[in-house]
């Protein structure tokens, strides 16, 4: 289910409330027509849900209570199963994001394993994982008035948001975005894994943001270069290392230890294959016709550690395609399927810091349950 969720630039604090309630009703599967979002928070007449939606009890959400308060301080607890849940009755593998929107840190989404434990970052940082409130680094979204549109995927494998800043030229829009992902279940594996140590699930996530330069595409697009405005992170909570024991991956979103950073990658960081930094270019075929390829990515917990996460295999349903080419939103159509097409991350270079190219990834419109 592909969601375009358009902002309706309200400078009102509560909007923050009213997206939260409105994200756990599309969780939930009590929102399925953008009229049913809160006008507070939402052009409706603009917005727009498609596709068909995930599995019921793959996903559960609960807001704060999204009354108008003085505080100004909500919150969202969301839990989701992975896509291959009751193969057999014992896998209930599950992951739970927290989201917090408040007056010092604004917006953040952490990932958490199914006890709200073992946070990729603590409650005190911001979109990314600075938190000195002196400074506002990595500090995004006030309230409505800042936002765009919030495109969002949410399938069975995949729950992903990609955050547009307004601007009044396309290179000073800001961008974020978070996504909890599913690896491909392998059954002998991942549910011993899970009755071993229920904590753990073939589950990641990925996270970022970049301010000034994820609109500006092309070779000679902006790069942004001050490591301040532009973070890109990864994590697995309890994955089992080679000797069996369940250890959380390191993070450090200001380091590039997951963009792909060669000289980085000697620890328990993980990353995914293409990795993020490297370009993905068209493809000339007959005619001088122009063909996208989609690229499965595939999770690689990095074994160059003895600590590190010995798994690799697919990210389900979400696929690496063209550079530069797509606006948020965009079609692709392979035979009959449609993928929606949404920007994530900067690309072109071994670090972030010098990537001039904006990163696309298409995600199937319609759901994909689980297939014996």
């Not at 001088?288 to 690799?312: A, C, F, I, W």
Request: glycine share 8%.
């Amino acid at each position: 289910m592909y969601v375009k969720y358009v902002s309706a630039k309200n400078t009102n604090e509560y909007t923050r409330g009213t997206f939260f309630a409105d994200l756990a009703k599309l969780l939930n599967g009590t929102i399925t027509d953008p009229s049913q979002f809160s006008g507070t928070s939402c052009n409706r007449d603009a917005s727009y849900i498609t596709g068909t939606p995930p599995t019921t009890g793959i996903y559960s959400a609960s807001p704060t209570s999204h009354t108008d308060n003085t505080s100004d301080n909500y919150y969202i607890n969301i839990e989701k199963y992975h896509y291959a849940k009751g193969n057999p009755a014992t896998f209930l593998g599950r992951s739970k994001v927290r989201g917090d929107w408040d007056d010092s840190y604004y917006c953040r989404f952490r990932h958490q394993d199914k006890d709200s434990g073992n946070a990729n970052y603590t409650s005190s940082g911001y979109w990314g994982q600075y938190n000195n409130t002196s400074y506002t680094y990595t500090r995004m979204w006030r309230h409505f008035n800042e936002i765009e549109a919030i495109h969002m995927i949410i399938n069975d494998t995949t729950f992903y948001m990609c955050w547009e800043g307004t601007g009044t030229t396309e290179a000073v829009k800001d961008h974020s975005f978070f996504l909890l992902q599913d690896i491909e279940y392998i059954q002998d594996i991942d549910n011993y894994h899970y009755t071993s140590n229920n904590k753990s699930a073939p589950m990641i996530s990925a996270w970022g943001m970049c301010r000034d330069a994820m609109y500006s595409t092309g070779p000679n697009g902006t790069t942004q270069t001050n490591t301040d405005n532009h973070r890109f992170g990864m994590y697995r909570p309890q994955y089992p290392d080679r000797g069996g024991t369940y250890r959380n991956q390191y993070t450090s979103d200001s380091s590039q230890y997951s963009f792909g950073y060669k000289s980085t990658l000697q620890s328990n960081y993980c990353t995914w294959q293409p990795t993020p930094n490297e370009n993905q270019e068209k493809l000339t075929g007959a005619n001088g016709d122009t063909h996208h390829l989609m690229v499965p990515l595939q999770y690689d917990g990095n074994m160059k550690s003895e600590t590190g996460d010995p798994r690799r295999g697919t990210l389900m349903n979400i696929y690496r395609t063209t550079d530069d080419t797509f606006m948020d939103g965009d079609v692709l159509i392979d035979g009959t399927t449609r993928y929606r097409v949404l920007r994530m991350h900067k690309c072109g270079d071994e670090s972030f810091l010098s990537s001039p190219n904006v990163a696309f990834y298409a995600f199937p419109e319609n759901n994909v349950p689980f297939a014996t």
